[in-house]
C-alpha cells in the first residue's frame, strides 16, 4: 500500500518569501508523483508532475519539485510567494505499474496562506 | 468546454432522499474516476471506470452507493438512503488512460440534513 506525507498543515509565508511544502511517500517502488492545487470552492489543477526522467519538474505558476529517490521526497518549492498562491496544495502518488495504477493517493493537504 | 465537468454544483438533500450526481469527461478518455473530500477522511478514491467497466468499486463505503459510466462517456454517482456522514464534495477526474496524469472536474457539495 502506499502513502502520503504531508508536513504541515497549515504553512505561512510573506508574501515574496519562499515557499517550502513537503511530501514524503511510501511506496516499494518509486510511483508517479504530483501536486495538485485546490482554490476555495473549486476543483483540483494540477502544478506538475513527475513520472521518468529529470528529477526536478517545473509547473504552473513559477512552482517546482525535486523527486529525490534517496528521500522518498518530493517537496513543492516557489522563490517568490505571491498573494495568488494563497490555497491548498495536496501531494499525490500513482502506482508507475502494476496493480493499483489508476488510484491517485493523496496526502492531507497543507493549506497555505500568504501574508502582505 | 474543454475540461471535466460535474453537475450539480451544490445538492441539499434531506437524510433518507436518494441523490445523483453527473460527470462529463474529457471527449476521448477511456477512464474515470470519483474520489470525495470531506473534512475528516481527506481525498478518498471511489470507484474507477475504464470504458464502462468498473474493475475496482473497492472504495465505495457501503451498499448505498453505486455508479454507472454510459457510452465511454457519462457517468453517475448515485447514493440511497442519504446519510449525514455523506455529507462531502465529489471529485470526478478522468484520464487517457491507467497510469496517466487525472483531470479533476469542480466537484459537487452534497449537504445531508
Known amino acids: 500500500a502506499q502513502s502520503v506525507t504531508q508536513l504541515g498543515s497549515h504553512v505561512s509565508v510573506s508574501e515574496g518569501a519562499l515557499v517550502l511544502l513537503r511530501c514524503n511517500y511510501s511506496s516499494s517502488v518509486p510511483p508517479y508523483l504530483f501536486w495538485y492545487v485546490q482554490y476555495p470552492n473549486q476543483g483540483l489543477q494540477l502544478l506538475l508532475k513527475?513520472?521518468?526522467?529529470?528529477?526536478l519538474v517545473k509547473g504552473i505558476n513559477g512552482f517546482e519539485a525535486e523527486f529525490k529517490k534517496s528521500e522518498t521526497s518530493f517537496h513543492l518549492t516557489k522563490p517568490s510567494a505571491h498573494m495568488s498562491d494563497a490555497a491548498e496544495y495536496f501531494c499525490?502518488?500513482?502506482?508507475?505499474?502494476?496493480?493499483?495504477?489508476?488510484?491517485?493517493?493523496f496526502g492531507k493537504g497543507t493549506k497555505l496562506s500568504v501574508i502582505p | 468546454g474543454a475540461g471535466v465537468s460535474q453537475s450539480p454544483s451544490n445538492k441539499v438533500t434531506e437524510k433518507g432522499k436518494d441523490v445523483e450526481l453527473r460527470c462529463d469527461p474529457i471527449?476521448?478518455?477511456?477512464?474515470l474516476y470519483w474520489y470525495r473530500q470531506s473534512l475528516g477522511q481527506g481525498l478518498e478514491f471511489l470507484i474507477y471506470?475504464?470504458?464502462?467497466?468498473?474493475?475496482?468499486k473497492s472504495g465505495l463505503p457501503s451498499d448505498r452507493f453505486s455508479a454507472e459510466r454510459t457510452g465511454g462517456s457519462v457517468s453517475t454517482l448515485t447514493i440511497q438512503r442519504t446519510q449525514q456522514e455523506d455529507s462531502a464534495v465529489y471529485l470526478c477526474a478522468s484520464s487517457l488512460g491507467v497510469a496517466t496524469e487525472q483531470f479533476f472536474g469542480p466537484g459537487t457539495r452534497l449537504t445531508v440534513l
Open positions: 499525490a502518488v500513482l502506482p508507475s505499474g502494476g496493480a493499483g495504477s489508476y488510484q491517485l493517493t
Open positions: 471527449s476521448g478518455h477511456t477512464a
Open positions: 471506470f475504464q470504458g464502462n467497466s468498473a474493475p475496482d
Open positions: 513527475y513520472t521518468t526522467g529529470a528529477t
